[in-house]
């Protein structure tokens, strides 16, 4: 990842240390990008998740513990259904959505906050017919999300709100049968 930053900007790992060290701004654009902040695919790859993108706007050019990164996720999209040890922090600022936190589904607008504690289950949904996206602040340095079991997928998709909510591979493909 580092050598594809470098390369991508013509930098030199001598640059990027002076660079990590400059105060800078990155300034917002009206479409909620940020100038000189890259748009990029939610994850690399995965079907468990779909019309989402990200932006680190805090965290890869800049000595930080911690990365603050923008999410945006298109009418009908979600992210994925995951767990991990490190908690995070999130606020919308545009649109609407919904997330799943833990045993419960919780609308979310302009301005809420949530926090999704360690081993926390959770999802973030746009069921709107708007974007909806969010900053979202998590530790420099953290583990790798991991998909629910299927005890705990189980348990989900037993409560009945949850389960018209939740958005899985398996809820996909019932979908698309219909």
Same mark, same amino acid.
């Given at each position: 990842?580092?050598?594809?930053? +470098? ?25 909620? $990008?940020?100038? %000189?902040?890259?748009? *990029? ?5 995965? @079907?468990?998740?779909?019309? $989402? ?5 805090? #965290? ?15 009418? #009908? ?13 999130? *606020? ?9 936190? %833990? @045993? ?8 809420? *906050? ?5 081993? *926390?289950?959770?999802? /973030?949904?746009?069921? %709107?017919?708007?974007? /909806?996206?969010? +900053? ?11 998909? +629910? @079991? ?17 958005? $899985? ?10």
């Amino acid at each position: 990842m580092l050598e594809k930053y +470098l390369q991508e900007r013509g930098l030199k790992p001598v640059q990027l240390e002076e660079d990590k060290q400059q105060s800078r701004v990155y300034a917002h654009r009206p479409d909620f $990008t940020w100038e %000189g902040v890259e748009v *990029t695919r939610y994850k690399p790859q995965g @079907d468990d998740w779909e019309g $989402t993108v990200r932006q680190v706007i805090i #965290g890869y050019r800049e000595e930080t513990k911690f990365h603050m990164r923008y999410f945006e996720i298109a009418p #009908g999209g979600y992210s994925s259904l995951e767990k991990h040890e490190h908690s995070h922090a999130v *606020t919308v600022i545009r649109g609407r959505g919904k997330v799943i936190l %833990g @045993d419960k589904v919780m609308e979310l607008k302009f301005l809420d *906050t949530v926090y999704v504690s360690p081993h *926390t289950p959770h999802q /973030f949904i746009n069921d %709107g017919e708007e974007e /909806f996206g969010f +900053l979202c602040v998590v530790d420099a340095e953290r583990d790798r999300p991991r998909p +629910l @079991d299927s005890a705990e997928l189980a348990r989900l998709e037993a409560d009945p709100v949850i389960n018209r909510v939740v958005k $899985t591979v398996k809820v996909q493909m019932l979908e698309e049968k219909r």
